[in-house]
């Protein structure tokens, strides 16, 4: 067993090393990339960590001992501060969040670094820390990680809705992404805190646990690796942050701009664009993109994503009833209406008129 583990904790090791490369060679240096290098080499000094436990090199364990240590709660921080970035630009974007990390230096100033100094010296020269209760110490700090997965995922969720804003088509696979990224990392911790909680409650040891959620975190994480090193950043635009009351100077005049877009989506039909933004909409009304969301947003009361896509519904209901389209597949009907997916064409299709675009046109067809 222990030359088993050894061989898939130097596997880790290794990979870890090539996705630290890769990431540092990717083109993009932008924040995003930066961050996750953090968390890349974080998870390399845990593997280093237990690699040097298991073979009893006590160099290699001590010195990747504060990783291991803090991993519980800088690691989910680090995580949550990854999706932001994606999403939100901010000047200074670490000194405007490094108090997220202030439980994580206090934990590490009054715990950590003294029982680092204790491995180093005989006696001991901190004798509190070996005082304290270790398995509530990592119940609490398993729980902070779950709070920082449940704020990931608030964000997420929050940023998905905000995108609407901008974008008449939503690439799934990068939320996907994003969503196994943070459920697996979280699969991780709840592992984690089950073993532990087993050993509160049961007295119950088990056996090779870190060893365990490590081998675990190699298997699952690894693979999301490729998609993390390609990730693009999608900024929302400030004024989508801001409150509706900071929005309400905006000069146009409402009912003339809605005139504008009415003639422009009935003549032009800017929708049949796949991947259509609300910066190209704006542009072909002569506006601003700050204008052009307010007036949606607060006038109309519709996102953009939700307009672009009920017009491409209803010239897919359209198309799908016509002779003249009958050669075209259900897809190419999709593709002439704008959609840029079939998931999304079904998705938005049956989400607006309650039947999938097929069952739809056999309505037709009969």
Same mark, same amino acid.
């Given at each position: ?29 932008? $924040? ?25 090199? +006590? ?15 800088? $690691? ?84 998905? +809705?905000?995108? +609407? ?31 532990? &909680? ?25 693979? &999301? ?15 989508? !942050? ?44 002569? !506006? ?11 006038? $109309? ?18 198309? &799908?009833?016509? +002779?003249? $389209? ?29 039947? !999938? ?10």
């Amino acid at each position: 067993m222990k030359h088993l583990i050894s061989f898939v904790l130097i596997v880790g090791v290794v990979l870890c090393g090539f996705i630290i490369f890769s990431l540092i060679r990717t083109k993009k240096n932008e $924040l995003p990339q930066r961050i996750l290098i953090s968390f890349w080499v974080f998870i390399l000094a845990v593997f280093l960590h237990f690699y040097g436990n298991l073979n009893e090199l +006590k160099l290699l364990s001590s010195l990747n001992y504060p990783f291991i240590n803090i991993s519980q709660m800088f $690691l989910p921080v680090l995580v949550f501060l990854y999706v932001k970035s994606i999403f939100f630009y901010e000047r200074s974007f670490f000194r405007k969040n490094i108090w997220h990390f202030i439980p994580t230096i206090i934990y590490f100033v009054f715990f950590t670094l003294p029982n680092l100094i204790n491995l180093f010296t005989d006696p001991d020269v901190f004798n509190y820390v070996k005082r304290a209760n270790l398995t509530m110490i990592t119940l609490f700090k398993d729980s902070y990680g779950v709070l920082y997965f449940i704020l990931s995922l608030a964000l997420l969720h929050k940023v998905q +809705k905000k995108l +609407k804003h901008l974008y008449s088509h939503l690439g799934q696979r990068h939320f996907l992404w994003l969503n196994i990224f943070l459920f697996t990392f979280f699969g991780v911790i709840v592992i984690d805190f089950i073993f532990t &909680l087993s050993e509160f409650l049961f007295n119950y040891r088990v056996e090779w646990d870190g060893y365990i959620t490590v081998i675990l975190l190699i298997v699952s994480m690894f693979y &999301l690796a490729y998609y993390g090193i390609r990730q693009i950043t999608l900024f929302i635009p400030e004024f989508l !942050t801001q409150d509706k009351e900071q929005l309400s100077g905006a000069s146009e005049d409402f009912n003339k701009l809605n005139e504008k877009l009415r003639s422009l989506l009935e003549t032009d039909k800017p929708y049949l664009i796949p991947n259509l933004t609300l910066s190209d909409l704006a542009e072909k009304l002569g !506006t601003s993109e700050k204008t052009l969301s307010h007036f949606l947003n607060n006038f $109309l009361n519709v996102s953009f994503y939700d307009l672009i896509n009920k017009h491409r519904v209803n010239e897919a209901r359209e198309n &799908l009833r016509s +002779k003249e $389209l009958e050669k075209y597949s259900i897809i190419g009907i999709g593709s002439l209406c704008g959609f840029s997916s079939k998931s999304s064409f079904y998705r938005v299709f049956k989400k607006e008129t309650g039947l !999938t675009p097929l069952s739809y046109k056999k309505q037709f067809d009969k």
